[in-house]
């Protein structure tokens, strides 16, 4: 079973600029979460997806970050403009509803 | 908010030690997961609790669910350098919205 793809790894921007990532989850996971995790400390959830549809982003900073979950299935999480704090990795996580997280890589963004 | 906070931030053990986490919530949780992350990986999932004093148990793992669902430990016998990484707890509050704790980073020197 593949397990959830993320990409890119890595990314380097500079402050002000605008930066997507990408995930694909685990095929046939409905609940798709994007988490933040800033060095040193737990995952923060950002944006949770049942299907398409949002169910908590209630801690999503609206003002820069956007994310959407076409068709159910793949997602991406865009921040514009980025500032120095959004560097992080950003975690994508998929499940069946209610379960086990199931995470991938990650994409680490650092801001200058 | 809800807070998950996790006891100690970090823990130095030499191997063969005993290791144990605490993690406490602010609010009665409706079930509790942990997680394993080893340096620069991704969390990987090690087991869910869900009844009120629930003890699970896998191999050298000690997982308890408190009576009143609002805390929990994570009990490792004899560590191993394998042990090395980072444990959170992760709560949901009666919903399917999971919120990790603070995260507890063991090290365990041979």
């Known amino acids: 079973e593949a397990g959830v793809a993320q990409s890119p790894r890595y990314k380097i921007i500079e402050k002000r600029q605008s930066v997507a990532f990408w995930c694909n989850p685990i095929?046939?996971?409905?609940?798709l979460y994007w988490y933040q995790q800033i060095l040193g400390q737990g995952p923060k959830l950002l944006i949770q997806?049942?299907?398409?549809?949002?169910?908590?982003d209630s801690q999503l900073p609206k003002d820069r970050f956007s994310a959407e979950r076409l068709k159910g299935v793949d997602s991406t999480l865009k921040i514009q403009p980025a500032k120095l704090e959004d560097s992080a990795v950003y975690l994508c996580?998929?499940?069946?509803?209610?379960?086990?997280?199931?995470f991938g890589e990650g994409s680490r963004l650092t801001v200058l | 908010g809800q807070q998950v906070m996790q006891i100690p931030q970090y823990q130095h053990v030499q191997e063969g030690e005993d290791f144990t986490t605490y993690c406490n919530s602010s609010t009665t949780l409706s079930n509790i997961q942990w997680y394993k992350q080893r340096p620069g990986g991704h969390p990987v999932f090690l087991i869910q609790?869900?009844?009120?004093?629930e003890v699970k148990k896998q191999k050298r793992l000690t997982f308890q669910f408190g009576e009143a669902k609002k805390n929990s430990s994570l009990h490792i016998t004899a560590t191993q350098t394998t042990d090395v990484g980072t444990y959170f707890c992760?709560?949901?509050?009666?919903?399917?919205?999971?919120?990790f704790g603070t995260g507890t980073r063991l090290q365990v020197f041979p």
């Open positions: 992760a709560g949901s509050h009666n919903t399917d919205k999971l919120i």
């Open positions: 996580a998929s499940s069946w509803f209610p379960g086990e997280l199931f």
């Open positions: 609790l869900v009844k009120s004093g």
């Open positions: 997806f049942q299907n398409n549809g949002v169910v908590d």
């Open positions: 095929s046939g996971h409905a609940t």
